[in-house]
Every structure is written in structure tokens, then in C-alpha cells.
T-cell receptor
């Protein structure tokens, strides 16, 4: 199993540009999520999905869109990038919606918005 | 709403010292799960341990031990005889429902 994979690893955008961060998992996990990591603030939940076709907002959803058309993929879209979105983004998955299960994290995408 | 506080932002110790990382959480849920994750300098997040709200037994795994006290809403992590490879950022997190809430993290530096 590759686990959770993310592409790209690094990205530099200009203000106003759009892009999609890709996330895929091969563990047949129902639950997937996106976090951003900023210095001193830990990881904050952006959006999550409990299954194909079902998404919901987390703590910091503004400026981001998600969709989940398949169990495996959960892309994160930035429609109009802003410098405040400069961060490290982690995708994660877990087996199901049970709070008991730990999340498996991807390697992260470091995004810089100029 | 959940909240997790890791008051120690950075700790520096010399190899072989014992070190305790503090974690205090706030929740209104009666059922919840607490986690510790490690983020080494390479950047990935590694799951260390989970504890549910009904199990206050302490746990030991090699040099690592965890102390969960519901009365003080704390879930502290102790590394005995620290090693340079323990240098990392450590995150405490609380999972209730579909939301995993992280603390701000504690950066541990172990010097040789």
C-alpha cells in the first residue's frame, strides 16, 4: 500500500491564481480530511468527507473547495489564492467515521502564495 | 467546541534526560479519544498512541509513557532517557465525532 499520497510536494502561486492539491489513498478508507499547518497553531481542519459524495466544513473552510467523487480521491481547490493561504497542507484518511480510529497522514504540500 | 492546549512551545534537554510534554484538553463530549502524534524534521506525522475517555490506565511503551487524568483534563507524555532521535514536534489531539482538534505542538530538541 502507498498509503496517503499528495501532489505536488511544493508549489508557489501568485495572488489570485487557482490550483488543486491532489490527495489519494489506497486503503479503502471512508473518511478523508484536509488540514493546514501554520507555525504555533498545530493543524487545523479545513474540510472533511465521510464518504464519496459527502463533504463538510471544518474549522477553517473559507477560500477552499472540496469534492469527493470516488473513495480514493479527495482534491482541495484554492479558487483565488491569497498570501494568508501560505501554509503546509496535509491530507489524511481513516478507516471510517469512528473517533477511535487514528488518521493516516500524507507527506504534505508546502504552498507559498506571493 | 474542542480545545487542546500544549503550553510548552519548545523544550530543550540533554540526551538521557527524562522529559514530560504537557497536554490539557477541553471538551463537552463524554466520549472522546485523545491522540499523540510525532512530526520529525522530515515533516511527516506519525501516530504514537490513542486513549479513550473511559480508560484512565497509564500506558508504557519502551521509553515512552502516557499519563491520562480525567480529573485534570490532561494527557501528558513522558520520554525516559531521551535520545537525539526523539527530536521532533509532538502534537496532542482530541477526536470527537468527525473533528480532530490539535494542540499547537511542542518542539522537543534533544542535544547530544
Amino acid at each position: 500500500n502507498a498509503g496517503v499520497t499528495q501532489t505536488p510536494k511544493f508549489q508557489v502561486l501568485k495572488t489570485g491564481q487557482s490550483m488543486t492539491l491532489q490527495c489519494a489513498q489506497d486503503m479503502n478508507h471512508e473518511y478523508m480530511s484536509w488540514y493546514r499547518q501554520d507555525p504555533g497553531m498545530g493543524l487545523r481542519l479545513i474540510h472533511y468527507s465521510v464518504g464519496a459524495g459527502i463533504t463538510d466544513q471544518g474549522e477553517v473552510p473559507n477560500g477552499y473547495n472540496v469534492s469527493r467523487s470516488t473513495t480514493e480521491d479527495f482534491p482541495l481547490r484554492l479558487l483565488s489564492a491569497a498570501p494568508s493561504q501560505t501554509s503546509v497542507y496535509f491530507c489524511a484518511s481513516r478507516l471510517d467515521t469512528s473517533s477511535y480510529n487514528e488518521q493516516f497522514f500524507g507527506p504534505g504540500t508546502r504552498l507559498t502564495v506571493l | 467546541a474542542q480545545k487542546v492546549t500544549q503550553a510548552q512551545t519548545e523544550i530543550s534537554v540533554v540526551e538521557k534526560e527524562d522529559v514530560t510534554l504537557d497536554c490539557v484538553y477541553e471538551t463537552r463530549d463524554t466520549t472522546y479519544y485523545l491522540f499523540w502524534y510525532k512530526q520529525p524534521p522530515s515533516g511527516e506525522l506519525v501516530f504514537l498512541i490513542r486513549r479513550n475517555s473511559f480508560d484512565e490506565q497509564n500506558e508504557i511503551s519502551g521509553r515512552y509513557s502516557w499519563n491520562f487524568q480525567k480529573s485534570t483534563s490532561s494527557f501528558n507524555f513522558t520520554i525516559t532517557a531521551s535520545q537525539v532521535v526523539d527530536s521532533a514536534v509532538y502534537f496532542c489531539a482530541n477526536n470527537a465525532g468527525n473533528m480532530l482538534t490539535f494542540g499547537g505542538g511542542t518542539r522537543l530538541m534533544v542535544k547530544p
